[in-house]
């Protein structure tokens, strides 16, 4: 499995920014499709965003559409999510993920059991 390695996250004021990174083991990085999930206290796993590993097109959830982007820097086998206007319904524990399909379809890239290797999650609190 990859060992995936998130940072970035902490509290900030609703309106504010952050900027989430992901930190891959595996040199084939760039040929994985990688995703961001959130889970906040008592719900379940949600899908962010996510971006394919060859042509970089990306996928986002209708809630942080226009406010999040997804990024990738497969040189330093780097995922990235860049996070602006956050609301303190963003509030949750971040999670970034590799997929288990290179090329994957809308339903899979949305589903947490598609993807195969999981980090430890990093926090993120915004305040109203």
């Known amino acids: 499995q990859v060992q995936l390695i998130e940072s970035g996250g902490g509290s900030v004021q609703a309106g504010g920014s952050l900027r989430l990174s992901c930190a891959a083991s595996?040199?084939?990085?760039?040929?994985?499709?990688m995703g961001w999930f959130r889970q906040a206290p008592g719900q379940e796993r949600e899908f962010v965003a996510a971006?394919?590993?060859?042509?970089?097109?990306?996928f986002y959830a209708d809630s942080v559409k226009g406010r999040f982007t997804v990024s990738r820097d497969n040189a330093k086998s780097t995922l990235y999510l860049q996070m602006n206007n956050l609301k303190a319904a963003d509030t949750a524990v971040y999670y970034c993920?590799?997929?288990?399909?290179?090329?994957?379809?809308?339903?899979?890239?949305?589903?947490?059991?598609?993807?195969?290797?999981w980090g430890q999650g990093t926090q993120v609190t915004v305040s109203s």
């Open positions: 993920a590799t997929s288990r399909h290179l090329f994957p379809t809308d339903d899979q890239v949305t589903g947490a059991t598609e993807y195969a290797s």
């Open positions: 595996d040199r084939r990085f760039a040929l994985y499709a």
């Open positions: 971006i394919r590993g060859v042509g970089n097109y990306s």
